[in-house]
């Protein structure tokens, strides 16, 4: 078992920018960590996803360019840095890991954080 908690959260102007934490416990991330995101009313997205031991990194395009995606293996956490925000990024941020290669699919994960709300306001 992993348990996954987020942290970082919180209420920023457009423009703005915010990091986000997860950190594992119980065991390490698997071989694939993931943020995705869900907004009031919408379906749960996939934000970007790191390669537990190696350097690839996978991007939403709504995202390229303004969200990183890094990982400390030795604190057993993931980072998901996040500048140039919109107000469309508001949105309840999940981190999620998991052993299959579909790192991008919410139903492809093994285990989830139970998220932390960013709220951009214009």
């Known amino acids: 078992q992993v348990q996954l908690a987020e942290?970082?959260?919180g209420l920023v102007q457009a423009g703005g920018s915010l990091r986000l934490s997860c950190a594992a416990s119980g065991?390490?991330?698997s071989t694939?960590?993931?943020w995705f995101?869900?907004?009031p009313g919408k379906e749960r997205e996939?934000?970007?996803s790191i390669k537990w031991s190696g350097v690839a990194t996978y991007?939403?395009?709504s995202v390229k360019g303004r969200f990183t995606i890094s990982r400390d293996n030795a604190k057993n956490t993931m980072y998901l840095q996040m500048n140039s925000l919109k107000p469309e990024d508001t949105a309840v941020y999940y981190c999620a890991t998991t052993r299959s290669i579909t790192y991008w699919?919410?139903?492809g994960m093994d285990?989830?954080?139970k998220g932390t709300l960013v709220t951009v306001s214009s």
Do not use: E, I, K, L
């Open 59 to 61: 991007y939403a395009d």
């Open 37 to 39: 995101r869900q907004a």
């Open 111 to 113: 285990y989830w954080g």
């Open 32 to 34: 694939y960590a993931s």
């Open 7 to 9: 942290s970082g959260g």
């Open 27 to 29: 065991r390490t991330f």
């Open 46 to 48: 996939f934000v970007t």
């Open 105 to 107: 699919a919410p139903n």
